[in-house]
């Protein structure tokens, strides 16, 4: 049983390497062109609307600061805007993550980020750094958080929420054993549309 992801032989090699390749190479690894295939693939249109939605948000507002950090990771695309009168730039990957989690606010509240939450295919780790930022800054923190991602990511997924701190906070597996938390939400960003019915 493989997910479509499994099959990229480009993804399955580059995530595996990048969990141990120097710095400045890790911190530009969003501009790879796989990557830009398989998860950056927000368009510059699309990340621009998001951002308009976003901008009036008052949850986005006071999450911003951290939010922010996740172009410390140069992206192939930029948006540059003036929000909450601060010069901001994001990516529309993580616009596309940020309009993620605030949906997941309006429909279930803002006690979902505060549950015991999994996340199915966790790519980079960009959508859980976006979620644990919210989190910190709603003083909503995940009881708990496990990614279930193939085992040539979790090294990359590790190192890079390591940068913001999250690492420790958040459980990176490869196979579903057992699950010691009852859980609260179950989160995919395309990775179970990929699976075969089986793996489903």
């Known amino acids: 049983m493989e997910s479509i992801t499994m099959q990229i032989g480009d993804w399955v090699k580059t995530t595996k390497a990048l969990a141990e390749v120097p710095e400045p190479i890790f911190k530009s690894f969003r501009t790879l062109p796989i990557f830009y295939n398989v998860i950056e693939g927000t368009t510059f249109e699309g990340g621009a609307n998001l951002l308009s939605r976003l901008k009036r948000n008052h949850f986005f507002i006071n999450a911003l600061d951290l939010i922010r950090t996740s172009e410390n990771f140069k992206s ?11 010069n901001v730039d994001i990516s529309p990957t993580t616009a596309r993550y940020c309009n993620n989690t605030l949906n997941l606010i309006n429909i279930f509240g803002l006690k979902s980020l505060k549950g015991n939450i999994v996340e199915i295919g966790g790519g980079y780790g960009g959508e859980c750094k976006i979620i644990q930022d919210f989190g910190v800054a709603l003083t909503a923190i995940p009881k708990s958080y496990v990614i279930l991602d193939l085992p040539t990511s979790i090294g990359l997924i590790r190192r890079y929420l390591g940068t ?7 459980e990176i597996k490869s196979e579903i054993n057992h699950m010691v938390n009852e859980i609260d939400l179950v989160i ?11 793996l489903q």
């Open 188 to 198: 995919s960003n395309g990775a179970f549309s990929e699976m075969d019915r089986e």
């Open 76 to 86: 192939s695309c930029i948006l540059k805007q003036s929000i909450d009168n601060k």
């Open 164 to 170: 913001f701190g999250y690492d420790k906070s958040v």
